[in-house]
């Protein structure tokens, strides 16, 4: 399977056999979503993934969403159902008993107006501004559905002025950091300058190797998206957010757009939100889903995320299995093949190399350290088996997250080394017989000839 499945811990997954299930079912890596939790249920999240690592001998990714500038609503006692054309208000308040809807923000009640559309819990549940006061908004509900707390809150085509990280996403970084996990999702990024202070901050944790998946997700982040995708690892395109800032027939479009700029940038890029979000009551999902899916895998993503499904769904296992068979089904499918990325000449080397190995039918193997270059050759998307092989187990769990690579843990002190020893595991594990062709290479380096070999027994 080259489509990567990346699932969501939440309580439907705290047991670890649930999670060793979806591991063999074909999760490579895993969310942990700050917004909900605590550092306690996180950490337990993560003892069950690198258990379930070592036992398997795997290569398992795991990493985080901050919580970002997000506006959420307040305490609810009991949950408010709506009825369509209901009226009721939303209040400057941290809690309410009143049957009001409690949003304890300044800046909410100074931008909004009548006529404004508020949306939640993934655009399920869209009000309408009737009447505003000073810390009172009067709405009327569009759609029936059931308001609970702590639900995050947008107002269609207007941003919040909340900086990209906050003080209570330093407090997450700093768990991340501490726990060694594998990439940080930013939430709510707006610029390229956004993605920098947080590689900053990573960098001055002494996380510098750690990945940032920026989330493409506001309006901002759409006009910036070259900036974005240029100064992050990993691009995530959520889906939920976009469809609550944009009319929801613009979202196909937006998905194309995002996919195009981080594959022309050779960055991997997931698609996630409502991915299978029936299956969060049924255990099979609808046809439009799998559509959906399969689109989105002919667009060329990396991975697909799956969020509520696997989180708090009554079936996540059962998603997983879907989302594999739909995977396995389609991915034949890439349609979109890249021709050499601009004239960077690391890049014009892993178009080479990718056509090298498709053109003699071989397999290939590449040793990194960093994992740009497997990272590289992954973008061209070639139609063959792709490893990659490292000494640092950092390095090989970020590219878990990457199309059609398979990581491979090797010892080795230097490149030459590394070839040698990825080719030994490879015949060790039975990935490669003797009598098979196989590419080695790694990246190019400053100094000193480059060597790519070709292996097959005569």
């Known amino acids: 399977m080259k489509v990567k499945i990346i699932a969501t811990l939440g309580p439907s997954t705290k047991n670890p056999k649930t ?22 249920e996180w950490s337990k999240h993560l003892r069950n993934v690198r258990k379930i690592e070592e036992e398997l001998k795997m290569v398992i990714g795991v990493g985080g969403d901050l919580k970002g500038g997000s506006v959420r609503l307040g305490y609810i006692e009991k949950p408010i159902k709506l009825r369509q054309d209901m009226e009721l208000k939303i209040v400057n308040k941290i809690e309410d008993h009143e049957g009001n809807i409690p949003l304890p923000n300044e800046e909410f009640y100074s931008i909004v107006v009548p006529g404004d559309i508020i949306l939640m819990d993934d655009g399920n549940i869209s009000l309408k501004v009737e009447e505003v006061k000073e810390s009172e908004v009067k709405v009327k509900a569009l759609t029936p559905g059931k308001i609970t707390s702590r639900k995050g809150i947008v107002i269609r085509g207007k941003e919040f002025n909340i900086p990209a990280i906050t003080e209570e996403d330093l407090k997450s970084i700093k768990f ?6 594998d990439y940080i999702g930013l939430s709510y990024v707006k610029s390229g300058e956004d993605v920098k202070k947080l590689r900053k901050i990573l960098t001055e944790e002494g996380a510098e190797d750690m990945a940032i998946m920026s989330k493409i997700e506001c309006v901002s982040a759409v006009k910036n998206l070259e900036g974005i995708v240029r100064e992050s690892d990993m691009i995530l395109v959520a889906r939920g957010d976009l469809g609550m800032q944009f009319p929801l027939e613009e979202i196909p479009i937006l998905q194309h757009k995002i996919i195009e700029a981080a594959r022309l940038m050779g960055k991997p890029v997931i698609i996630a939100t409502q991915v299978l979000a029936s299956m969060m009551e049924n255990p099979a999902p609808t046809r439009a889903e799998v559509t959906d899916v399969a689109h989105a895998i002919a667009e060329g993503v990396d991975g697909i995320m799956l969020t509520g499904e696997t989180a708090v769904g009554k079936y996540p296992l059962e998603a997983v299995k879907w989302l594999r068979s739909i995977i396995e089904t389609n991915e034949g499918r890439v349609s979109v093949e890249l021709k050499p990325i601009d004239d960077d000449i ?6 080479s190399i990718a056509k090298l190995a498709e053109s003699i039918s071989s397999k290939l193997a590449i040793y990194t350290q960093k994992g740009r270059m497997a ?39 230097d490149y030459k080394e590394g070839l040698e020893a990825a080719y030994q595991e490879l015949l060790k594990n039975k990935y490669l017989s003797e009598d098979e062709t196989i590419v080695l290479t790694y990246g190019l380096i400053e100094e000193g000839e480059h060597i790519v070999k070709i292996k097959r027994k005569v």
């Open 346 to 351: 690391q890049k014009r080397f892993a178009h």
């Open 375 to 413: 990272t590289r050759i992954a973008a061209y998307r070639p139609r063959i088996q792709i490893y990659a092989a490292s000494n640092n187990i950092k390095t090989l769990r970020k590219l878990t997250m990457v199309w059609g690579l398979k990581p491979i843990k090797v010892k080795a002190n």
């Open 19 to 40: 999670v060793r299930e979806m591991v063999l079912e074909g999760v490579s890596a895993f969310r942990i979503n700050f917004s909900h939790g605590n550092e306690d």
């Open 176 to 181: 991340a950091t501490k726990n060694s996990m």
